[in-house]
């Protein structure tokens, strides 16, 4: 009686074997050529930059888009009530196109012009501050270790260089980048579009994927996980980005009733460094502070300093609270070290979604320590004996 030959988790010996090996020598040759690896995936990733780029849109209108679709869907005209998700989308993306418009057109004007200003009259600025300032020499410390080296800084920028033949060959460059960027953006705009229309169907397709290749147990994880990585992600990318912009208009505001030059500008840099927990804000309200004293002196620095302190305490305990509805469950600790390890691998974009992700890390973590427990529990009152 001929017997069937030794087999290893369902498979053939020799078959099992000779796998083993070819993802070994795989794995070797991924290692061995890593440079080119990261080389391709970093092409790949610049090819599918707009598709990714539709993908975060549509991540960040999905909450607008579904809140107007649910008011027409229980409106009275039967056109609105029939075209709800279409109409949602156009009126959102509509929006969104034109508040890009305005802000090229008004405001990306006024801060160039405010940073090229600052740059030719910095020298004048600083020679200001020495000269009508009695009481500098009492802080030698900002002058030579803080105010000096960005002033050099920026004189010793070479301004001749900037037009040789390869300087405008780099430009060229850069504008053909430009142009890159813009036909990207419309793109991602448009994938954005069909992700959002067509999000029922794509979410359907998730669900039966992970019902398929996962058990049980592992489906009902998925479910609950992406869930809630959803809702945590919504939250948090709305509501800095609308804090970013209440806070840089406030700002503005606020620097412009005081006076303080490139108020504008200095408020933007608030806002945007505001989108980074902790460490943004310390940023850009230093950067701004320095600039204020070079442009206005001590005393409207001092100012400035107060009230932008005072603003952001107001926007950390009332605004961003109100705008996120309720609190990542994250101590401030974390949030610290998710921004610092977020931004040490992966740059602003890490420092910026490093929180979120370190939220749902911590929710996945918990569950399983969770789970730990109560099976220990179950196993000690299974097997009292064992105490």
Not at 178 to 206: D, E, P
Not at 237 to 265: E, H, N, P, W
């Amino acid at each position: 009686m001929k017997t069937d030959k030794p087999k290893i988790l369902g498979t053939k010996k020799w078959l099992y074997w000779v796998s083993i090996g070819v993802v070994l020598i795989a794995v070797y040759k991924l290692i061995d050529n890593f440079k080119g690896i990261g080389t391709w995936i970093s092409n790949l990733l610049s090819v599918l930059a707009p598709f990714i780029g539709g993908i975060l849109i549509a991540y960040i209108l999905y909450t607008p888009c579904k809140k107007i679709e649910n008011k027409l869907l229980i409106s009275k005209n039967k056109f609105l009530k029939k075209h709800a998700r279409g109409t949602s989308i156009t009126i959102v993306i509509t929006f969104v196109i034109a508040i890009i418009a305005w802000f090229m057109t008004f405001i990306i004007p006024t801060l160039l012009n405010s940073i090229y200003d600052l740059i030719t009259n910095v020298q004048t600025y600083y020679n200001a501050v020495i000269t009508d300032s009695p009481d500098f020499t009492i802080t030698p410390f900002i002058q030579d270790n803080i105010l000096k080296p960005i002033v050099d800084w920026i004189q010793n920028m070479d301004f001749e260089n900037l037009f040789t033949i390869d300087r405008i060959k780099d430009y060229l460059s850069s504008a053909m980048g430009v142009v890159k960027g813009i036909v990207n953006i419309f793109i991602s705009l448009i994938c954005s579009v069909y992700i959002l229309s067509q999000r029922t169907r794509i979410i359907a397709f998730i669900n039966r994927l992970a019902r398929a290749t996962l058990t049980e147990k592992g489906y009902a994880r998925f479910n609950k996980y992406f869930s809630n990585g959803n809702g945590i992600f919504f939250r948090y990318l709305s509501s800095q980005m609308l804090d970013g912009i209440v806070v840089a208009i406030i700002t503005s505001i606020a620097m412009s009733i005081m006076g303080v030059k490139y108020s504008i500008l200095l408020g933007t840099l608030i806002g945007i460094s505001n989108l980074i927990p902790y460490f943004g804000a310390i940023f850009g309200v230093g950067i701004s502070i320095i600039i204020t004293l070079l442009t206005g002196g001590w005393e409207q620095a001092l100012v400035m300093a107060f009230v932008v302190i005072i603003l952001q305490q107001i926007d950390a305990n009332l605004i961003n609270p109100r705008i996120t509805s309720s609190s990542l469950s994250v101590s401030p600790l974390l949030v610290m070290f998710s921004v610092t390890i977020g931004g040490a691998y992966f740059g602003m974009i890490g420092m910026f979604l490093g929180v979120p992700v370190v939220v749902l890390l911590k929710a996945i973590i918990e569950d399983y320590i969770d789970e730990r427990i109560k099976d220990k529990e179950v196993k000690k009152q299974k097997n009292p004996q064992n105490d």
